[in-house]
C-alpha cells in the first residue's frame, strides 16, 4: 500500500509564507502576511525571523519581502529556462504563425503543475508575452496530459496517489503511440487545444501547445498541424 511522503508542516508553512511574499510587488506587514497563509502571527512572525537571519526574507520598515539570496538560489533554473526558451522560441513562432493561435512553452512545476516559460501571439508573432508564474494542473490540459504520458515517475506518483482515472489512463496510453495531445473543450467550453513533447540532447525537458477557438480549431485541423510541427521540431 502507497504512503504519502512525510511532510514537514514547518517546511509547508515556509513556503506558504515566501510563496505570498512573492506575488506581491512590495512588503508584506506581518499581518498581511498571516491572512495570507492563515496562520496565527505568532507563528508567522518565528518563521519570518528565521528565514531573515538567514537572508531569505528582508524586513524593512515597510514590512516583509524577498530576501537577495533568492538571486543565487534562482540563477541556474533561470539559465537553464532561458536555454530552453532559446532553443524552441523558432518552433514557438512557427506554430503561432501556422496557426494563427496562440503557441506556449511549458515546463514541470512539482507533482501536480506545470508552469509557463513563454508564449507568443498568433498574428503579432513578433509580440511574445510571458505568462512565467502561471501554473496549470497535470490532469486537465493537453499540455498536463504529455507531461503525465512521457515523464513515467510523475506518472508513477499521481498512479499510487489514485489520482488517474482509468479513462485517463486509456488516452496518456494514446499520447505516448502518438506523440501529441489533445484537449478539445475538457478544460474550458468552447476551447480546443494541441501539445507536443520537446527534447533538447535527448531529454524531455518541455511542452509546446496551442489553443484557440474550439469552431476554428477543430479536431481534424489540430490533428492536421501536430503532424506538421512533429515533423519540423
Given amino acids: 500500500m502507497y504512503k504519502e511522503p512525510k511532510r514537514i508542516q514547518s517546511v509547508e508553512r515556509s513556503f506558504a509564507i515566501l510563496e505570498a511574499l512573492s506575488r506581491h510587488p512590495g512588503p508584506l506587514t506581518l499581518q498581511q502576511v498571516s491572512e495570507a497563509v492563515e496562520l496565527n502571527k505568532t507563528t508567522v512572525h518565528g518563521l519570518l525571523a528565521t528565514m531573515s537571519e538567514l537572508g531569505y526574507v528582508l524586513r524593512s520598515k ?3 519581502s524577498l530576501g537577495l539570496r533568492f538571486r543565487d538560489l534562482s540563477r541556474p533554473l533561470e539559465q537553464k529556462d532561458e536555454a530552453i526558451r532559446r532553443h524552441f522560441s523558432a518552433l514557438l513562432m512557427k506554430m503561432a504563425q501556422l496557426t494563427d493561435n ?4 511549458a515546463v514541470p512545476s512539482g507533482a501536480q503543475e506545470y508552469l509557463y516559460l513563454d508564449a507568443v501571439e ?18 486537465t490540459s493537453a499540455i498536463g496530459k504529455v507531461f503525465l504520458a512521457f515523464d513515467h515517475e510523475l506518472l508513477r506518483r499521481l498512479r499510487l496517489l489514485g489520482q488517474v482515472p482509468r479513462a485517463l489512463e486509456k488516452e496518456l496510453q494514446w499520447v505516448a503511440q502518438h506523440n501529441y495531445a ?37 479536431r ?5 498541424f501536430a503532424l506538421q510541427f512533429l515533423t519540423t521540431k
Avoid: W
Wanted: proline share 3%; aromatic share 6%; with cysteine.
Fill in 122 to 139: 498568433g498574428g503579432h508573432s513578433l509580440t511574445i508575452r510571458s505568462p512565467r508564474g502561471k501554473r496549470e494542473g497535470l490532469t
Fill in 102 to 105: 496562440t503557441a506556449y512553452l
Fill in 62 to 64: 515597510q514590512g516583509y
Fill in 182 to 218: 489533445l484537449d478539445l473543450e475538457e478544460a474550458q467550453a468552447g476551447l480546443n487545444c494541441l501539445a507536443i513533447p520537446l527534447y533538447l540532447n535527448g531529454e524531455f525537458v518541455a511542452v509546446a501547445g496551442i489553443s484557440g477557438v474550439a469552431g476554428e480549431l477543430t
Fill in 220 to 224: 481534424a485541423r489540430l490533428m492536421h
